[in-house]
T-cell receptor, first 114, second 109 residues
């Protein structure tokens, strides 16, 4: 167990629907990052939150949004889903100390849009 | 701008052969570099980081600032090394990792 918990592990939904992916960071980590990994594609950075505030934005579609709550868990909301949104969605967390010791990744949520 | 380049999408070797996965970076400051491994689309795991100067599972990586490279090496590949490998660069000031596009290592018996 890496300490980063993502739920659900699998999700199958229809086009046009909305889903919410949840991430609980490792204890003590203030930063949460969301990544999308499509089949045969690399990691696409979506968005970063630090202690409840948006810190950086990547290639995140307008149909997608995220937030980080006071207890530091984060949710990624995907709406008006399309077939092309089918992917693995990873959450990672890190400790915002003087140095970045790397990210700790969760096991991911596998989203299938049918 | 920060950038990480992994020129090989796929690297295929035989068991027992040496392996070198290439990683080049561009960053004007003092970089911190990492290698992550992903087995069969599972979660990414930190393999090693240059500041630790460690060897994990027989893998090593040396930061070459002159060539702006951080290549991952292993003298004798094993079948269980087959995985996706990502090189990543940190801008410590912004506490964010920039990942390369990854190299798939396939070790055949």
């Amino acid at each position: 167990d890496s300490g980063v918990t993502q739920t659900p592990k699998h999700l199958i939904t229809a086009t046009g629907q909305r889903v919410t992916l949840r991430c609980s960071p490792r204890s003590g980590d203030l930063s949460v990052y969301w990544y999308q990994q499509s089949l045969d594609q690399g990691l696409q950075f979506l968005i970063q939150y630090y202690n409840g505030e948006e810190r950086a934005k990547g290639n995140i579609l307008e149909r997608f949004s995220a937030q980080q709550f006071p207890d530091l868990h984060s949710e990624l909301n995907l709406s008006s889903l399309e077939l092309g949104d089918s992917a693995l969605y990873f959450c990672a967390s890190s400790f915002q100390g003087r140095r970045l010791y790397g990210y700790t990744f969760g096991s991911g949520t596998r989203l299938t849009v049918v | 701008a920060q950038r990480v380049t992994q020129p090989e999408k796929l690297l295929s070797v035989f068991k027992g052969a040496p392996v070198e996965l290439k990683c080049n970076y561009s960053y004007s400051g003092s970089p911190e570099l990492f290698w992550y491994v992903q087995y069969s689309r599972q979660r990414l795991q930190l393999l090693l980081r240059h500041i630790s100067r460690e060897s994990i599972k027989g893998f090593t990586a040396d930061l070459n600032k002159g060539e702006t490279s951080f290549h991952l090496k292993k003298p004798f590949a094993q079948e269980e090394d087959s995985a996706m490998y990502y090189c990543a660069l940190s801008n410590a000031g912004f506490q964010k990792l920039v990942f390369g596009t990854g190299t798939r290592l396939l070790v055949s018996p």
